[in-house]
């Protein structure tokens, strides 16, 4: 089944995405430089994960624990 389809895939992915992009706009900010199209999706989520990472971080080990427990 594709995460598409199922909510709590969808959710994973999307904060994978965030942490990921979180992480290589912290050590290469280079790459996300640009602000529109589709590279500027990458940016806004490493926004997302900049401003809100204690939100972030808590999502991340609620799904981690849903995960590996249901």
């Given at each position: ?5 199922n909510f709590s895939s969808f ?43 204690p939100w972030v971080s808590i999502a ?11």
């Amino acid at each position: 089944m594709s995460a598409l389809f199922n909510f709590s895939s969808f959710v994973v992915v999307l904060l994978l995405t965030i942490c990921t992009c979180t992480y290589v706009k912290g050590k290469a900010p280079y790459l996300l430089n640009e602000r529109t199209g589709f590279r500027g999706l990458f940016w806004k989520f490493a926004r997302v994960g900049e401003r809100l990472s204690p939100w972030v971080s808590i999502a991340c080990m609620f799904m981690a624990f849903s995960v590996v427990f249901f």
